[in-house]
């Protein structure tokens, strides 16, 4: 009997240092900051309410994954590890859920595009390239000759002049700056037909005659993008970024995003491209929009865009 109580008294024992090991020993106090009111679920485990900014509770040691939830952000995964006694610290951060908003007004950007002319100087017999809005006709360049026909796009900082020819035509472009101009020599700009300059007047976006696709032009360069022109519209942000909202099918691998020639008829993807990368990224998808907007407005961080459809306008948080 005495031997029967030893062995039932150690279980007895064993039990109680089991529970005070691992409900009040073997454990670590987590703290999570953040911005509040926010949600911190253990996965197949408990939820924890956290209503403000440093949230605190307590989990046995180990390793865990944390579903994280706040109204009107996305909800992530977080893969944390608490160690015994020790007050584990970890920052988290949510990104909103984009959402499309219906508008009054559009605001107020910059000019994206400014128009120029050419015109004859009587007295140099030069021809200059004036903005058509400047009563004064300053010369932003002069040429010593007329240039037949020309296609002229420009904004503030820069403007592009081509002649019309089947061969590479007279084509220049001007920095409105420094007044320097030099000229294109690359055949692909041949039959330009339409285009946006960056705000920093250093890449210019284009279409052509005789072609579907979207080409880029900077540092003397043209590179033809596969982005189909007649399916996309395009803008560029103020961090010289070309954002694009295409109907074209996309393909993500890791972090490298590619367009192909399958069509998403009823859903707008919307791309920022980075010429100096020459990578794009997805911004978001617009389900069950067939139809292309007619305006395209973006803010310098590309996380307000604001759209116009059918007279309709919209502002989307990114």
């Known amino acids: 009997m005495i031997f029967f109580a030893a062995i039932l008294g150690l279980i007895i024992l064993g039990a109680v240092a089991y529970f005070v090991w691992g409900n009040y020993i073997n454990k670590g106090t987590v703290t999570l900051a953040g911005p509040a009111p926010f949600t911190a679920t253990v996965f197949e485990g408990s939820d924890f309410s956290c209503d403000s900014s440093p949230c605190t509770f307590e989990l046995k040691a180990g390793n865990y994954n944390l579903i994280l939830e706040k109204d009107g952000f996305k909800s992530y995964l977080q893969e944390i590890t608490v160690l015994r006694g020790q007050e584990n610290n970890f920052n988290i951060s949510f990104s909103k859920v984009p959402q499309l908003t219906e508008i009054e007004d559009l605001p107020s950007f910059p000019a994206s595009s400014i128009k120029y002319i050419l015109i004859k100087d009587e007295q140099t017999n030069l021809y200059k390239l004036v ?24 904004n503030n900082n820069a403007v592009l002049v081509a002649g019309k020819s089947t061969t590479l035509p007279e084509t220049y472009l001007i920095n409105t700056t420094l007044k320097e101009k030099t000229s294109i020599t690359d055949s692909e700009i041949i039959g330009i037909k339409d285009g946006l300059f960056s705000q920093d007047g250093k890449h210019l976006a284009f279409t052509k005659i005789g072609s579907d696709k979207l080409y880029l032009l900077t540092n003397n360069q043209v590179t033809e993008l596969d982005v189909f022109a007649s399916v996309s519209t395009y803008s560029w942000s103020g961090s010289n970024n070309l954002v694009i909202i295409t109907k074209q099918a996309t393909v993500t691998t890791g972090s490298n995003v590619t367009l192909n020639e399958t069509l998403n008829e009823n859903n707008l993807t919307i791309l920022s491209y980075d010429p100096a990368q020459n990578t794009y990224k997805k911004l978001h998808v617009i389900p069950d929009q067939p139809i292309l907007p007619t305006k395209l407005l973006v803010s310098g961080n590309e996380k307000q865009i604001f759209l116009e459809f059918e007279q309709l306008l919209f502002e989307l948080n990114l």
């Open 131 to 154: 903005e058509e809005a400047d009563d004064q006709q300053r010369a932003v360049a002069t040429f010593p000759k007329a240039i037949k026909n020309p296609t002229i796009l420009g």
